[in-house]
């Protein structure tokens, strides 16, 4: 299999954005021993992608040049490294790759065992694809930080969360929907009866006046925000958190892990939380077994083949997907 060539999408440098990208034929890579190869199915972007293109984790992320970008990969294996336990060749698969190497933008890659779990017939390549990072970086802002019980046995919580259209949001809603919570939700006029269809409770329109004070209509004060965009500040989200409320900020720019260094020094009780995944195999099967038990679901903004891997590129650079942005081998 290792002299086998496959085609591949990949960048060279920082930079350069949707025309960065080159199509090319690469030598089909060889799993590890404790390692899997996968015959890629399809693969879901996220914004961290196109960022570490960008060069925002420079110089850490990529390790090296050339880097094929991608990490949330629904495949079936094809190929076990010697120590690998739970998986054989045909089975299905989701994986998480590490966003060190990627590797998902092509027709094989190779997968650590640890963050693979199996994907039921039930749900769908691409369904199942959205869900590694957007998912898991949902479910652990609502459980771990937000302190959620997706079982609804907790004590009812308000949630705000922006941004409920995108990958990561629409995920945030229908879980916190799951764990008997009032859901604040804020998006673009476009979204509202999707962003209503996941089960937010009250919507605002994000461009309006009324929706940039983020208040709720029915006057409730927020336990948490699950913050899925950027540009807000403190003084917007403040007056409207009860007196323990917290902002889960996934995108924390200076200014918020300024207001995050100040919130822990002063022992205030409203807190700003800066979110950093980690992702866990035993929450991606339990999203993977919601979404097969018809609780949970991908919304998929658009498919495109790798031939035109780019041009999914540019719509996640462009900011305005409605759910998960696909890329089918
Ligand atoms: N910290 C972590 O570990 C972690 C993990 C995952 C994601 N993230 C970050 O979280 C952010 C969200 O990720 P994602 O995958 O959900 O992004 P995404 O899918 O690209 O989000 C796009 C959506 O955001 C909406 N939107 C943009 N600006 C908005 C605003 N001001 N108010 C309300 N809605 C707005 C857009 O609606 P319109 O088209 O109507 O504008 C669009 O539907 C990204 O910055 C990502 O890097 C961080």
Same mark, same amino acid.
């Given at each position: 299999?290792?002299?086998?060539?496959?085609?591949?999408?990949?960048?060279?440098?920082?930079?350069?954005?949707?025309?960065?990208?080159? =199509?090319?034929?690469?030598?089909?890579?060889?799993?590890?021993?404790?390692?899997?190869?996968?015959?890629?199915?399809?693969?879901?972007?996220?914004?961290?992608?196109?960022?570490?293109?960008?060069?925002?984790?420079?110089?850490?992320?990529?390790?090296?040049?050339? =880097?094929?970008?991608?990490?949330?990969?629904?495949?079936?294996?094809?190929?076990?490294?010697?120590?690998?336990?739970?998986?054989?060749?045909?089975?299905?698969?989701?994986?998480?790759?590490?966003?060190?190497?990627?590797?998902?933008?092509?027709?094989?890659?190779?997968?650590?065992?640890?963050?693979?779990?199996?994907?039921?017939?039930?749900?769908?390549?691409?369904?199942?694809?959205?869900?590694?990072?957007?998912?898991?970086?949902?479910?652990?802002?609502?459980?771990?930080?937000?302190?959620?019980?997706?079982?609804?046995?907790?004590?009812?919580?308000?949630?705000?969360?922006?941004?409920?259209?995108?990958?990561?949001?629409?995920?945030?809603?229908?879980?916190?929907?799951?764990?008997?919570?009032?859901?604040?939700?804020?998006?673009?006029?476009?979204?509202?009866?999707?962003?209503?269809?996941?089960?937010?409770?009250?919507?605002?329109?994000?461009?309006?006046?009324?929706?940039?004070?983020?208040?709720?209509?029915?006057?409730?004060?927020?336990?948490?925000?699950?913050?899925?965009?950027?540009?807000?500040?403190?003084?917007?989200?403040?007056?409207?958190?009860?007196?323990?409320?917290?902002?889960?900020?996934?995108?924390?720019?200076?200014?918020?892990?300024?207001?995050?260094?100040?919130?822990?020094?002063?022992?205030?009780?409203?807190?700003?939380?800066?979110?950093?995944?980690?992702?866990?195999?035993?929450?991606?099967?339990?999203?993977?077994?919601?979404?097969?038990?018809?609780?949970?679901?991908?919304?998929?903004?658009?498919?495109?083949?790798?031939?035109?891997?780019?041009?999914?590129?540019?719509?996640?650079?462009?900011?305005?997907?409605?759910?998960?942005?696909?890329?089918?081998?």
């Amino acid at each position: 299999m290792a002299s086998k060539l496959m085609h591949a999408v990949q960048y060279d440098s920082y930079g350069g954005g949707a025309s960065g990208l080159k =199509h090319v034929e690469v030598p089909v890579p060889s799993p590890k021993t404790n390692e899997i190869l996968l015959k890629v199915e399809a693969v879901s972007l996220n914004p961290i992608d196109w960022k570490i293109q960008k060069g925002v984790l420079r110089p850490f992320l990529p390790r090296k040049f050339p =880097h094929i970008p991608g990490t949330d990969l629904a495949g079936e294996i094809v190929g076990v490294g010697a120590e690998v336990k739970n998986f054989k060749a045909g089975d299905k698969v989701i994986t998480k790759l590490n966003h060190d190497y990627g590797g998902g933008l092509a027709e094989f890659a190779v997968a650590s065992e640890t963050l693979t779990v199996p994907r039921p017939t039930e749900v769908s390549a691409a369904e199942g694809s959205g869900l590694p990072v957007a998912g898991l970086t949902a479910h652990q802002a609502l459980t771990e930080t937000a302190g959620v019980k997706l079982d609804g046995s907790g004590l009812q919580k308000n949630i705000l969360i922006t941004a409920a259209s995108g990958g990561v949001g629409q995920y945030a809603v229908q879980l916190a929907k799951l764990g008997n919570t009032h859901v604040t939700a804020t998006c673009g006029a476009r979204n509202i009866d999707f962003v209503k269809s996941l089960g937010a409770d009250e919507v605002l329109d994000y461009k309006t006046p009324d929706g940039a004070t983020l208040k709720s209509p029915s006057g409730k004060k927020y336990d948490a925000v699950i913050h899925c965009t950027s540009g807000i500040p403190w003084s917007t989200f403040e007056p409207n958190l009860t007196a323990n409320g917290k902002v889960i900020d996934l995108t924390p720019g200076p200014s918020a892990l300024i207001t995050y260094a100040l919130k822990k020094l002063t022992f205030s009780k409203k807190q700003l939380v800066p979110l950093l995944l980690t992702a866990k195999s035993e929450n991606l099967d339990y999203l993977i077994k919601l979404v097969k038990d018809g609780r949970l679901k991908t919304h998929i903004d658009s498919k495109h083949p790798l031939s035109k891997a780019e041009d999914a590129w540019a719509k996640s650079i462009d900011g305005h997907a409605t759910g998960k942005i696909i890329v089918e081998p």
